[in-house]
């Protein structure tokens, strides 16, 4: 069965490359290289060292990004979620920030903190914490009414509540939260480096762009994309390890 | 209504001749305008097992955790053992109908975790924990996950929490409604032999008749709207027959028939 | 929010930073340029790019999700791919669609479609996969026909789950939109955006914001709405 899956997903890959490969060759347009041409491209700019680079650039903001949107974002739900009056009154605020198009805001952020390091930061964030607060505070919300009584009849303190029951039993949606907030973390450094200012693989994109390297070009985004989805996978991967039990109905399956 | 032939088999009007481990006072429970319990008194007997009987909405669950501590009543008051009942204690233990176990701590953490928020040192708390994970028949499952547990043994956990705080007072909410009709059969056996063996006060919250006359020395009828304690019943001769002649039992038999006599029209 | 709408008052009043001007001044205006047609033309590009991309995402999406759930060979050949792009960063492609499509509106709302269709389609899979097996099976013995059993019963079975998928769509084409619009070429609100600040207009800038951001929420809480009355069936299954 999991040989089936596996061939199955082989089958689909060499599928969706193929079909690029051969809307290379025919050519669809000229600015549409085949997949061996991207991937040579890719081959190459990995061995001069081009990508490490690059990659030690762009990933500088979104690890920074991330790293604060999480301490905060996290600190932020657990506040929320355990207090009614901040829920009623941070609550709306993340609920817009997540309905809401954030990336107009970038041109603003480049006018305020100008070009550099810091406003790529802040994209990362205003991407990336909405989700993490949001998750993190639904979770603490809505732990299950039992476990909290069970803690109390068996005299746990309020504090002990806090950090045995509440926590882990909202662990794995805070940690999907964070998930979420990586990936849209992504998007955010992604975005700023072809708005704000061209640097790490987003300097790659536009300027093999721009001297019509295509091959380059198409490489740095399939890198980029590749990263993100390895990334995220691994991080599933992590969470189904570690919240193997809530995985399933506990209660009654 | 034609309550009558219970009386004959009760023993409700012989005077209290059991010292109450614990006694609930004139308590009343308002939701708002919703009158969930009003003014209700009860005995229970120490070294005995009371069920709560009634159909829902009958407050039997409310009173439970009255008298847990994990509700306030509006008025009156739940004494246990004498002293006056402010909030949960150590007292008195609870087993929940969904369990409420920890999914992400083992079946010996999970065993363990009323004696951990009393500080009890680890390695003393885990030997006193094995001790009644064996005493619940799971021996071997220390280490497994509740997910990895089928119903019943997951409701054996939570019986061994409950044991292992060793509280007087055994607090049960429907405490086997979740699990398949053998396995609760079997527990109800081995509840019997708790109670002769533990000396301990057990209240039972069931909306099963069979279930209460079978394992209940004292069976406390409520009923709901407004919400009170309709009669008591003590069944007397069946009780040291054995496990296996109880359900053949012609008082047995009355019993559940007339119980369901008085609480027919209540069911919706 | 009004302590919100207050606390904003008061930093705008109190000028601590030249790039929050009080909300009044801002709402002022909000009501001078919206009549004006440069703002009105904003608004009509970019719902024109954000209406058809998410029609096209619709249009594909649910039937492809449907299909997924009902063929297996389908479903396991397109899962792994749906889920690569739904937590990809899909602004890494914005290029590509830029040197494919040109700078026009084509970009733009192949942007918007891209951003929606991947939760549509998998939002519609898992809605017909976790249809009863005792639903279909009375289809069957009810002697359905298989067109007949599609529409009357998988779809309406479906439905709460695949309204759900578009909820989530159209709050990410939005999204998509205005990333497209401020990548892609200057128009539509994007525009407004990047003019606005190139020339120092703080008032200007957040009164689109607002607009923007009112629209968006609107447009999530309708359909959170819309799917709360359809999905009153769903947890009675």
């Known amino acids: 069965m999991l040989n089936r899956a596996l061939l199955l997903k082989l089958l689909s890959a060499v599928v969706l490359f193929g079909a690029w490969e051969i809307a290379g060759r025919i050519p669809v347009s000229f600015a549409f290289p085949t997949f061996l041409e991207s991937m040579t491209a890719l081959f190459e700019m990995t061995m001069n060292g081009m990508m490490f680079q690059a990659y030690s650039e762009t990933l500088r903001p979104l690890a920074i990004g991330i790293a604060i949107s999480a301490v905060l974002g996290i600190a932020i739900g657990l506040w929320v979620g355990l207090n009614s009056f901040f829920d009623w009154l941070f609550s709306p605020i993340f609920i817009v920030m997540q309905a809401a198009p954030l990336a107009a805001l970038i041109p603003l952020l480049v006018l305020a903190y100008g070009i550099g390091l810091t406003s790529k930061v802040i994209v990362v964030c205003i991407m990336a914490m909405p989700v993490i607060v949001l998750n993190t505070s639904g979770a603490v919300r809505n732990t299950p009414e039992s476990i909290k009584e069970m803690g109390q009849s068996f005299l746990a303190s309020k504090t002990s509540i806090l950090l045995r029951i509440v926590i882990p039993a909202a662990s794995p949606v805070i940690f999907a939260g964070l998930r979420l907030g990586i990936s849209a973390g992504f998007i955010g450094a992604i975005l700023a480096e072809l708005k704000i200012t061209p640097t790490g693989v987003g300097d790659i994109i536009t300027y093999s762009r721009s001297i019509a390297d295509y091959p380059s070009m198409y490489a740095a985004i399939f890198s980029i994309i590749l990263l993100a989805v390895l990334f995220l996978n691994l991080l599933e991967k992590i969470e189904k390890v570690l919240f193997k039990g809530n995985q399933r109905g506990y209660v009654s399956d | 209504m034609a309550m009558s032939p219970i009386k004959e088999v009760t023993a409700q009007t012989t005077p209290m001749e059991f010292e109450s481990a614990v006694s609930v006072r004139n308590i009343s429970k308002n939701y708002g305008d919703v009158e969930a319990l009003r003014d209700m008194s009860l005995e229970f007997p120490r070294g005995q097992l009371t069920s709560l009987l009634g159909p829902s909405g009958c407050g039997k669950t409310t009173l439970l955790k009255i008298i847990a501590g994990l509700l306030e009543p509006t008025s009156g008051q739940v004494e246990v053992n004498g002293k006056t009942v402010s909030g949960p204690g150590k007292d008195r233990a609870f087993v929940f109908q969904d369990f409420a176990l920890l999914p992400w701590a083992t079946v010996i953490r999970n065993v363990a975790f009323g004696l951990e928020m009393r500080g009890v040192a680890a390695s003393e708390r885990e030997a006193i924990a094995e001790k009644y994970i064996k005493e619940v028949g799971l021996a071997g499952f220390e280490q497994s996950y509740p997910h990895e547990l089928s119903g019943g043994m997951r409701q054996r956990v939570g019986l061994a929490r409950a044991l292992a705080v060793d509280s007087d007072v055994l607090l049960m909410d429907e405490p086997f409604s979740a699990v398949d009709e053998q396995t609760r059969r079997k527990f109800q056996e081995d509840l019997l032999n708790l109670v002769q063996i533990e000396n301990k006060t057990f209240i039972f919250v069931t909306h099963s008749i069979e279930e209460a006359v079978y394992v209940s020395d004292q069976i406390a009828i409520l009923l709901p709207r407004p919400s009170r304690v309709s009669e008591i019943i003590r069944p007397s001769s069946f009780r040291d027959k054995g496990v296996d002649n109880i359900r053949r039992d012609p008082e047995y038999l009355d019993i559940v028939d007339n119980i369901w006599a008085s609480l027919r029209g209540y069911v919706e | ?237």
């Open chain 3, 1 to 237: 929010m009004i302590v919100w709408g207050l606390l904003w008052e008061i930093v705008g009043q109190a000028e601590l930073t030249f790039f929050i001007p009080p909300l009044s001044e801002v709402l002022a205006t909000l009501f001078s340029i919206i009549g004006t047609p440069a703002f009105q033309k904003a608004l009509a590009e970019t719902a024109y790019a954000f209406f058809v991309g998410v029609a096209f995402a619709i249009a594909i999406g649910i039937p492809v999700g449907i299909l997924m759930g009902k063929s297996r060979l389908l479903d396991e050949l397109l899962l792994p791919w749906v889920n690569v792009f739904l937590s990809a960063p899909l602004t890494a492609l914005v290029p590509v669609l830029m040197v494919l499509f040109g700078f026009g509106m084509k970009s733009i709302i192949i942007t918007t479609a891209l951003f929606a269709i991947w939760i549509i389609i998998l939002n519609s899979r898992a809605g017909v996969i976790q249809i009863n097996r005792s639903l279909v099976e009375m289809a069957h013995s009810f002697g359905a026909s298989p067109l007949n059993a599609f529409f009357k019963i998988y779809f309406w079975a479906a439905l709460p789950e695949i309204l759900g998928g578009v909820r989530i769509g159209i709050i990410r084409a939005v999204k998509g939109v205005i990333i497209g619009q401020l990548l892609i070429s200057i128009v539509g609100f994007g525009a407004l955006f990047e003019l606005y600040s190139a020339n120092f207009l703080m008032g200007h800038f957040w009164a689109v914001l607002i607009v923007l951001f009112a629209l968006a929420f609107t447009i999530s809480e309708f359909l959170a709405y819309l799917e709360r009355r359809v999905s009153y069936y769903a947890s009675k299954r």
